[in-house]
């Protein structure tokens, strides 16, 4: 099992942004965004060094996009997908939002790539504790790097022993 934090426990230098945190933190309407912004605003305020890899940047591109296209899907009654394929012009104005988000990612954290030996990492990851393929690889990728200590809002982290897991869960 995952050591549990709070977002008022001592901190670890370093720790891995995940991205059910990021989209909180970012999207307004979250029901968790004012404690992720508060817990974001200390880590900045202590110089806590903040690090996220790809996987971050895919999911939250995701989540921006996919809220985009299925507000005009509601909208007009019909599948995202089907928007995705019709209707470019969402999708354009979606990325507005992206790519003002992973400026804002850009700034404030230090990208992780993914290593050869992370990908193993992340298929025994999977293996071991049930994880999803994405949540193997933000663990894979930060432990490849060092990083033991994770801000989630991922449930799934907890399974995982030997790291830190701060929420607000």
């Not at 404690?35 to 903040?50: A, H, K, N, T, Y």
């Not at 996220?52 to 005009?72: G, H, K, P, Q, T």
């Amino acid at each position: 099992m995952a050591e549990r934090r709070n977002f008022h426990d001592a901190l670890e230098p370093i720790v891995y942004l995940n991205s059910s945190f990021v989209i909180a933190l970012r999207a307004r309407h979250d029901p968790f965004h004012h404690e992720c912004r508060v817990f974001f605003d200390r880590l900045q305020s202590e110089g806590i060094v903040c690090v996220v890899s790809d996987f971050v940047y895919n999911e939250v591109a995701f989540y921006i996009l996919r809220r985009f296209l299925m507000r005009e899907a509601i909208r007009t009654g019909q599948s995202w997908e089907e928007i995705l394929r019709t209707v470019p012009q969402v999708f354009q104005n979606a990325m507005d939002e992206v790519e003002n988000v992973k400026s804002r990612i850009d700034r404030s954290t230090i990208y992780l790539p993914t290593s050869e030996s992370a990908k193993d990492l992340a298929f025994t990851l999977m293996r071991r504790y049930n994880l999803l393929p994405t949540d193997a690889y933000h663990v894979a990728v930060a432990l490849d790097a060092g990083v033991n200590a994770f801000v989630s809002l991922d449930e799934d982290l907890f399974n995982v022993d030997g790291i830190i897991v701060y929420t607000c869960l």
